[in-house]
């Protein structure tokens, strides 16, 4: 079965980066994308990016551009999100997805706290 | 960029009853680009629609999708207590992959 797992919960201060990891199975690995989306505490959804896995290609919006960077390893069918100058707007409980219809899978949400 | 706008904020409704969610896009949408999601708390959300009217994988039958152009729908027919929850529409195909707001549906 697909499953996407993520790594834990992370605790930065303001300025940092962060990497989370959102390793997938059940599938071959470079023939979906994978996106990133986030919901900060009492907010809505946010999408953040997305990566083609197969050629290695990534968009991002346009509120992250310059702070957000998306990698893979094919060799571990993991995908990474690095966000970068991290301020308390950037406390939120971070996913990685699967979205292809007519099924969409998500990764578990690792929850980033930023705080001095 | 396409902004996705939901109304109403809240939705106070009582199992059984009818429920209809809106969408509105500051610009056209292609029909096969617009879904919906479920998202519930505790939970990660849910594809419930795609195509702006084709149900998801495993999704139920009292909910549909309809619309086109700048304004979208989607209808829950008779509400279960599991349908108290937050609903959002998405453009995709084509980035930015907005949300709207999103339309919380309580008891």
């Known amino acids: 079965q ?12 303001p300025g940092a980066s962060v990497k989370v990891s959102c390793k997938a199975s059940g599938y071959t690995f470079t023939d979906y994308h994978i996106h990133w989306v986030r919901q900060a505490p009492g907010q809505g959804l946010e999408w953040m990016g997305v990566i083609n896995p197969s050629v290695d290609s990534t968009t991002s ?6 702070r957000l960077t998306m990698t893979r390893d094919t060799s571990t069918s993991t995908v990474y999100m690095d966000l970068s100058s991290l301020s308390s707007d950037d406390t ?20 980033v706290t930023v705080s001095s | 960029e396409i902004v996705l706008t939901q109304s109403p ?10 429920a209809t969610l809106s969408c509105r896009a500051s610009q056209g949408v292609s029909t096969m680009y617009l879904a919906w999601y479920q998202h519930r708390p505790g ?6 629609i795609y195509g702006a009217s084709n149900r998801a994988t ?15 729908t989607l209808t829950i027919s008779r509400l279960e207590p599991e349908d108290f929850a937050v609903y959002y529409c ?10 709207g707001q999103g339309t919380k549906l309580e008891i």
Not at chain 2, 59 to 70: A, E, K, L, N, V
């Open chain 2, 58 to 72: 495993g999704i139920p039958d009292r909910f549909s999708g309809s619309g086109s152009g700048t304004d979208f």
């Open chain 1, 2 to 13: 697909v499953q996407l797992v993520q790594s834990g919960a992370e605790v930065k201060k």
């Open chain 2, 43 to 48: 939970q990660a959300p849910r594809l419930l």
């Open chain 1, 61 to 66: 919006a346009q509120k992250f551009q310059g």
């Open chain 2, 9 to 18: 904020g809240t939705l106070c409704l009582s199992p059984g009853e009818r």
């Open chain 2, 90 to 99: 998405q453009v995709y195909g084509i980035s930015p992959y907005t949300f």
């Open chain 1, 92 to 111: 939120a409980l971070y996913y990685c997805a699967r979205l292809k219809a007519p099924a969409d899978y998500w990764g578990q949400g690792t929850l």
